[in-house]
C-alpha cells in the first residue's frame, strides 16, 4: 500500500498549497481568518464546517493568545482532526461468520456507486490488498449492464489471483451477486466481492436493483461491509450521489477515489458528515497499488503540508 501523505502531498492540493502560503507568514490578522475560510471553502469542507472550525479556532486563539501562524498551525492541525475524525471505524470489515446450519460463510463486501466513479477498479486493488494479505477472494461481476464491466473485473481478478463470477451480458444482478456467494461458499473462500450496478437513471430503479442485489445476497447471511465508491473530483454532486445511495441501502463505509487528481482533498469532511459514515479507503491512481487506508493525521498533514 502506498503512504497516503507521501502521494498527497504530491498530489494537486490547494488546500495544502493555500494553506501553507497563509501559515508561513509572521503574524495573524482579519485576512489570516478570510483566508483560512476561503481556503477550506474552496477545497470543498462545506460551508458549515468551515464556519464551525474558524469559530472556534478564532474562540481557542483569543483565549490561548495565539499570535504567531505556527501555533496557529497547530491549533488548526487539531481543529481538522477533530473534524475527519480519529475514533471512527476504518477497518473494511470482511470477517464473514458461520450460519445456523454451521455452514462457514466468507465475508461479503457491496461495492456500490455510480458508473464511472471507479467502482470496478477500486474492487480490483482490493481484492489484490485481500489477496496480498494471504486471504483468497471470488469476484462478483454484477454490474451486467456495462458491457465492458465483467471483463474488466476478470483481468483484475486474473491478475491478482482471484476467481471471477459473471452471468449472461444484461442478466439479472442479483443473481450474479447471489452466485457470486454461493460460489464464495463452496470454495471455502475468505472474502466475497460485489461488484455493482450504479445507474442512477432514478431512485426508484436504483432502489429495485441494488435492493434487491443486497436482499438477495443476505439469503447467504448478513453483508459483512457496504461500500460507496465516491469520486472526489465530481464535489458537491458527490455528496448528492452519496445521499441517494444511503437512502437505498445502508452505507457502512466511504471510498474516495480520484483524490490524486483534485484539489477537493476536503470533500472528506463534507462527505462524512452528510453520511455520518467513515471514509475507510481512499483511491490515489489508477494503478493496482493505489489504494490506501485512510489515515487522519496523514492526511490533515498533507493537507497543511
Ligand atoms: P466504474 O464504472 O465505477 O466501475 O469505474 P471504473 O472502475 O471503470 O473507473 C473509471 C475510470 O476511473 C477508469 O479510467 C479508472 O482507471 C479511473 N480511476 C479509478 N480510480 C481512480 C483513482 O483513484 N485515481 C485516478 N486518477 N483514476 C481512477
Known amino acids: 500500500l502506498v503512504r497516503l501523505r507521501e502521494r498527497l502531498s504530491r498530489s494537486q492540493n490547494t488546500l495544502g498549497r493555500g494553506l501553507l502560503t497563509l501559515l508561513s507568514r509572521d503574524h495573524l490578522d482579519e485576512d489570516t481568518w478570510e483566508e483560512i475560510e476561503d481556503t477550506l471553502l474552496t477545497a470543498d469542507v462545506g460551508v458549515a464546517p468551515t464556519q ?51 455452514v462457514v460463510r466468507p465475508g461479503v463486501v457491496l461495492v456500490v456507486g455510480v458508473n464511472g466513479t471507479g467502482k470496478t477498479t477500486t474492487t480490483g486493488k482490493l481484492a489484490r490488498v485481500l489477496v496480498a494479505d494471504g486471504k483468497s477472494v471470488v469476484l462478483g461481476a454484477a454490474d451486467t449492464f456495462r458491457a465492458a464491466a465483467a471483463d474488466q473485473l476478470q483481468t483484475w481478478g486474473e491478475r491478482v489471483g482471484a476467481r471471477t463470477v459473471r452471468g449472461p451480458e444484461a442478466g439479472d444482478p442479483a443473481s450474479v451477486a447471489f452466485d ?120 490533515v498533514d498533507a493537507l497543511i503540508g
Open 52 to 102: 464551525e472550525l474558524v469559530e472556534r479556532l478564532r474562540e481557542r486563539v483569543r483565549v490561548l493568545g495565539t499570535r504567531t501562524t505556527a501555533e496557529l498551525r497547530a491549533l488548526l492541525r487539531e481543529e481538522l482532526l477533530a473534524l475527519v475524525g480519529t475514533d471512527l471505524d476504518r477497518t473494511v470489515h470482511t470477517e464473514g461468520g458461520v450460519s445456523a446450519e454451521g
Open 180 to 299: 457470486a456467494v454461493k460460489e464464495g461458499i463452496a470454495a471455502s473462500a475468505d472474502v466475497v466481492l460485489v461488484d455493482t450496478a450504479g445507474r442512477l437513471h432514478t431512485k426508484a430503479g436504483l432502489m429495485d436493483e441494488l435492493g434487491k442485489v443486497k436482499r438477495v445476497v443476505e439469503k447467504h447471511g448478513p453483508v459483512d461491509e457496504v461500500l460507496l465508491v465516491l469520486d472526489a473530483t465530481t464535489g458537491q454532486n458527490g455528496l448528492i450521489q452519496a445521499r441517494v445511495f444511503a437512502e437505498v441501502v445502508d452505507v457502512t463505509g466511504i471510498v474516495l477515489t480520484k483524490l490524486d487528481g483534485t484539489a477537493k482533498g476536503g470533500i472528506v469532511i463534507a462527505v462524512q458528515r452528510e453520511l455520518k459514515v467513515p471514509v475507510k479507503l481512499v483511491g490515489l491512481g489508477e494503478g493496482a497499488d493505489d489504494l490506501a487506508p485512510f489515515e487522519p493525521e496523514a492526511f
